[in-house]
């Protein structure tokens, strides 16, 4: 072979790589013409078809889904439509498997044992294992039971019942056995379904082959499919039911109350399964009297699928939207404003309020039950039985959802909703209105949304989400005060109200427990199985038993025990209003804002700012501020002398990391953001004929947003050496920050290119083409668009180094290709001669 290929050669396998190319290109538009086109297009234009309330429309759907009319729109809708339809499809299938491995409720279950126990014990076990329940006998009643035995004791008896069923009911008989036929047929076909073929289907169905990314035309199939599974589940969860509410709506005469709510759609369409799952409930029963088994079983889990959704929707979308306007209602002092205000923003924006009241609703609602998480790390197992374990493996909400009644989850909503409620007038609405009465001039906080203070508010926000927020919420410090005051409040009250067993525990009885339990073990995991209907009590002391040791600690009840829990809430309600009124509005409040009030003067002048900044900057204040004394007070055991040597050693750490802090948070991000305006922002904001102005403070929070997507994108990419001093400088950590390995490795390199990149180009604008003797518009054209020409030309640059390779890998594939063609012909050759 010649050491160059000829030209011919090499044409000829570019050509061939340029047709695989453009064969490729051709499918992969294809794919993302089906998935991102068609199938979102079509959604949407059936959607619009079904609900516009016409029989036209159907027949002109053909011709509307063709139409080229608000395709970006249609296609963005569609696409929401496409995601809610697969969620819905996901869920379905998952709560599938949550019936079948959990077992399905005991109403469902029940009518279909009952005929069985009159054909014999065979039968019965027969149903009991075809009914998809592994575990029914442990979930059976006792009467169920003990009918059971009865049945098992009396054989004369069983056999005289079954010999008169036998000569005057032989009909009857025949057709309740093929009743539990049927049924136990067709819960055999639900629940026993094998596991193995399923995972050969998704072995042989991959991602890559069903979106058709392995260049097959088998995804056509599945896009028709996708099709039709998105107008099945929008004629099934969405029109029959909105439509149901509709005319529920209308006979009613609710329609104009319902309209006024600006949320038409959502209300008509909860309305409309709430009718239905009533509907399904009656059917079910009519089903049951007479004794159909499959309808009853396929309305009984249609029902439970609705009755699913609609427990979703009000503990999701619901419970936290009357947390959010509550919250509003009670603070409304605070910012000097009314109900009036509060319409008027609905009327305008109904939408984005009823989701700022959701989001503030979901963030009550998840601080509060992380402080029930706190709570139970301190209180003895068992106090608050009352209240689901988020950390419990065996809590499964689906699950109760599925077995408890309707009425039991509608109870526990209504006390959530006081319990929530009342925490919140007694520590948010009565603190108000306390430091009203006292400070009379403090309140309101000021909550403008814009401000003419020089300091942008980007600014402020990106400080305060990158830097106060981060310190206050990711440090595990303030979690452990808050434990430790938990703790002495808990302390305190027990020793007082004689309720220190109750609350906490007893350490002689524990530590004779932990050497008793190990023997009675096997005994308590034995009772450990809840009997259904007993109660959540009963299963929650079932589930900690069988914990081990520290599942139930056991406590001394002491006299008069009811007066005394009580007195321990009305103790409890007391110090949660001083607390909030104390440690949260006088003292650390206030002096968060006065202290924020005056650092935010500096830097604002006499501009107001959003009390938000101002409060955050003093929270972080007093943060400092009590950090360092909890520091200083740990370490005074320890003599002068360590604690001059642990000041000089923090007060080495502080300035290294002042230090980083100025380069890395400070001149990065500022000419990092600089760079992104003069490239990207000013040539597509400012025209030519106006100036461009440069807020500082902005292109640095702009800069800090970039500067962190830049970490982030680099952690994720590939090895290189900006990707390995990063993870050197967040391994190194604070304590054994290395100043020398990162501004050597990391600040110089990075701020060299920075400046060269903003550098360069002013000084060939400014300074190389005024020589040229060109016009001021050119020199002006030059200095705007110079930053934005340069971009380009490095994206050139890279996509043309780029091709470079690609082109040697491909020569070298085309020469080895031919040495590997021409040692195979040399091996023939020497095979045809040996052979003659």
């Not at 086109?37 to 889904?65: E, H, N």
């Not at 929401?80 to 005991?106: N, Y």
């Not at 009918?147 to 025949?174: H, L, Y």
């Not at 093929?178 to 047929?185: C, F, G, K, P, V």
């Amino acid at each position: 072979m010649p050491s160059r290929l000829p030209i011919q050669d090499i044409f000829a396998g570019l050509v061939t790589s340029i047709g695989t190319a453009i064969r490729y290109w051709f499918h992969y538009t294809l794919v993302a013409f089906a998935w991102l086109g068609v199938v979102p297009l079509t959604a949407c234009r059936i959607y619009k078809c079904l609900f516009t309330g016409s029989v036209s429309s159907l027949l002109t759907l053909p011709l509307d889904i063709l139409s080229t009319e608000n395709l970006l729109a249609d296609c963005l809708q569609g696409c929401f439509v496409v995601t809610c339809t697969l969620c819905a499809f996901i869920s379905l299938v998952w709560l599938r498997e949550q019936i079948v491995h959990g077992g399905a409720p005991q109403w469902l279950e029940q009518n279909q044992q009952q005929p069985l126990n009159g054909v014999g014990q065979q039968n019965e076990a027969q149903a009991v294992v075809n009914g998809g329940v592994e575990n029914a006998v442990l979930d059976q009643p006792a009467n169920a039971a003990a009918e059971n035995v009865v049945v098992g004791e009396n054989p004369e008896i069983q056999e005289e019942q079954v010999d008169e069923e036998e000569e005057d009911n032989e009909d009857e008989e025949d057709a309740v056995v093929e009743d539990a036929a049927d049924a136990n047929n067709g819960a055999q076909d639900d629940m026993n379904w094998n596991a193995l073929e399923w995972d050969r289907a998704a072995e042989e169905l991959t991602w890559e082959r069903m979106l058709g990314l392995d260049g097959s035309l088998v995804f056509l199939e599945h896009v028709f499919w996708v099709v039709s599974l998105n107008t099945l589940f929008i004629l099934v969860f969405a029109f029959c039911p909105y439509h149901i509410g509709h005319f529920s709506i209308v006979g009613l005469g609710f329609e104009e109350y319902v309209q006024a709510s600006h949320f038409e759609g959502l209300i008509t369409t909860i309305v409309g399964y709430v009718l239905l799952a009533v509907t399904l409930i009656v059917c079910h029963g009519l089903a049951a009297l007479v004794k159909f088994q499959r309808s009853r079983r396929l309305l009984g889990v249609c029902y439970i699928v609705v009755k699913v959704s609609l427990l979703v929707v009000v503990e999701i979308g619901v419970f936290p939207l009357i947390c959010g306007w509550w919250l509003d209602i009670c603070s409304l002092e605070m910012f000097d404003a009314t109900l009036k205000d509060r319409e008027l923003s609905f009327q305008s924006a109904p939408g984005t309020t009823m989701f700022l009241h959701w989001l503030v609703g979901m963030v009550y609602v998840f601080y509060f039950a992380s402080f029930i998480l706190l709570l139970r790390e301190v209180l003895r197992p068992g106090v608050l039985w009352f209240l689901r374990n988020l950390n419990d493996p065996d809590f499964n909400p689906v699950q109760e959802m599925i077995h408890l009644p309707i009425y039991r989850h509608l109870r526990r909503f209504i006390l959530s909703v006081i319990v929530f409620g009342s925490i919140v007038l007694l520590m948010l609405w009565l603190p108000i209105r306390i430091i009203k009465y006292l400070l009379p001039n403090f309140l309101p906080y000021n909550v403008m949304l814009y401000s003419d203070a020089p300091v942008s508010e980007l600014s402020l926000e990106l400080l305060l989400l990158q830097v106060v927020l981060p310190a206050l919420l990711e440090q595990g410090h303030t979690r452990q005060w808050l434990k430790g005051l938990v703790r002495a409040w808990t302390v305190t009250a027990g020793y007082l109200l004689d309720l220190h067993s109750y609350l906490l525990g007893d350490q002689e009885e524990n530590e004779n427990n932990a050497n008793q339990q190990p023997n009675n073990q096997h005994a308590r995991n034995n009772n450990a199985i809840p009997v259904v209907g007993e109660g959540l009590h009963a299963a929650h002391q079932a589930i900690l038993q069988q914990g081990g040791p520290v599942g139930f600690q056991p406590y001394r009840r002491p006299l008069k025990f009811p007066l005394r829990i009580f007195l321990l809430i009305v103790f409890m309600c007391i110090t949660l209003l001083i607390a909030s009124l104390i440690c949260l509005t006088l003292p650390v409040f206030v002096f968060s804002v006065f202290a924020g009030r005056w650092l935010m003067s500096f830097w604002t002048g006499t501009a107001k700012i959003h009390e938000l900044y101002t409060a955050a900057c003093g929270l972080y204040v007093c943060w400092l501020t009590i950090r360092a004394v909890t520091v200083l007070v740990a370490w005074m055991p320890q003599g002068r002398r360590v604690i001059f040597q642990k000041v000089k050693e923090w007060s080495l750490m502080i300035m290294k990391t002042l230090i980083v802090a100025i380069l890395l948070a400070g001149v990065v991000p500022l000419l990092l953001g600089l760079l992104f305006e003069l490239v990207i922002v000013a040539p597509l904001r400012v025209p030519l004929d106006q100036t461009p102005l440069f807020y500082p403070w902005q292109d640095w929070a702009l800069g800090v947003l970039h500067a962190k997507i830049i970490a982030a994108i680099t952690l994720m990419g590939p090895q290189w050496w900006l990707k390995t001093v990063i993870e050197q400088v967040y391994a190194n950590g604070i304590r054994n920050i290395d100043l020398h390995f990162i501004i050597r490795k990391l600040a110089a390199p990075v701020i060299s290119v920075l400046l060269l990149s903003l550098c360069v180009p002013y000084i060939i604008a400014s300074g190389v083409v005024p020589l040229l003797g060109v016009t001021a518009e050119m020199q002006n054209l030059v200095q705007r668009r110079i930053y934005p020409f340069l971009l380009m030309v490095v994206v050139l640059m890279g996509i043309l180094s780029f091709q470079v390779r690609q082109f040697k890998r491909l020569y070298e594939h085309i020469k080895n290709d031919k040495d590997h063609r021409f040692i195979f012909a040399l091996r023939g050759l020497k095979c045809s001669s040996a052979g003659m």
